[in-house]
């Protein structure tokens, strides 16, 4: 086990690295974004974002897992991973195509009727010609990871937010020259350059890597189409109807906000400021979770297929972990909240919502790493069957509560959902894998951390005197993360000892 863990530590450290980079890069464009457009094309941007998921979710999203957990599992064996990834290629490909062509034909009526704005058309149009080239993309990536390697994922990644962003800033110049408004379509031609810059460098890694000489056949056999449909369709079912159940919450979001008083351009810019400001943080953390998770998941697939008695240990140590990280996490949102939504967007309702979401860091990141080990061991439909349930519950408090609670009702919601799907996870995996749970070294003992680590970088901050708000956050930062890291090493380290 030993052995088999140095690849996912590594793995995982050049995915959060470059998830890291990429984030930062990512709150600067959104910085730079909200202040071309404004929160309320911010709003009508965001609300693009589900309809486009959910069409990578139909052409995806059941390849790259089926990609990279049969991948995990062909024994370096590089002829049958070729063939997996032309077999996971054809089907995604040809489902973006049809996707793409869907939009093209019918932007105006899918704007109007699926999104509720008409507004969204041009921006549609755009997504369209980003299907296929993200289809590449994506199955490249889950071919690499299904091998544990992330240095051409990473690299795809880094250059597809360059990419974007550079695009973006040239297309906001190129429109303020000439007089023209900045639009959503301005934004989402960047997400179109981007994806480009990511399938070049997919394709041609692809292309140049060596492979045995085999007899070349223009299909895979049926066999493992067969394999594809039984294995990627749960999972796919899964992701398009939680990208329909999303596109429906963010079409039902400003229509309920809108009941509750608000007018329809301060309902687009509130879910603005909720998505395109406050969400980026809450999720920056994420990037760790997901390298770690996406590295877990072909491991758990081999350890399985191997009859391996390691996977109690391995659940344990990554539930602790994330539990760990949540909980420091949520310390530094509740601390510093409102003085990132000032710092960087200058909005103190984006530092409220931050504050707002920081309880949701710990259950988000149990639930994703549980979900992952799940997909791990071909439990597809067990992960579909739970985030149906709790999607179709999160949808229904929306349209209740709402109108009657606005946003406030929103965060609430969101807590409680969070709650009932972590819970739910790990009573499932505790089904399959009996593993045991330490709550004083996951829990108890990183609440003492956190509330010490954050009660330091106040002092410290205050240190700075009359320095900017900026200055003061980067050192009282700086100083709970240390604090943190010192007081759960000692920790760890007297256990060890005893």
Known sequence: MKKGAHPIIKGTLLLTVTGCITRLIGFYYKIFLSRQIGAEQLGIYQMTFPLFSLCIALSTSGAQLTISRLIGASHGDKARMRKVLRTGLILSVALAGLCSLLLCAFPRQ????????PGCAPALRILAYALPLSAVHICVSGYYFGQQKTLVPSVAELLEQLARVGGVWLLCQIAVSEGRPVTVSVAVSGLLIGEIASCLVCATCVTLESVPKRKKTLLP???????????GGPVTGNRVILSALQSLEAVLIPGQLQQAGMTQSESYAMFGVLTGMAMPFILFPS?????FTTMLLPKVAKAQDEKSHGLSGTVSSSLCAVLILGIFCTGMFLTYGNDLGRIFFHSDQAGYYITGLAWLCPLMYVSTTMASILHGMGRTATVFAINLTVMILRVGLVYVLLPVYGLSGYLWLLLGVQIVSALWYCI????????????????LIPCLAAF??????????ELTGPASELC???LGG???????GVILWGYFEMRKKH
């Open 428 to 443: 499932r995996v505790h089904r399959e894998i009996p593993y045991g749970f330490d709550a004083v070294s996951a829990i």
């Open 287 to 291: 990037t760790f979770v997901n390298s």
């Open 478 to 484: 700086s100083v709970s993360i240390m604090v943190f």
């Open 452 to 461: 010490a680590a954050v009660k330091a970088g106040n002092m410290a901050g």
């Open 221 to 231: 056999d049926r066999e493992l189409f067969a394999v594809f449909f039984r294995q």
């Open 110 to 117: 899918i704007a109007l009727y699926m999104l509720g704005e």
């Open 472 to 474: 003061r956050l980067c």
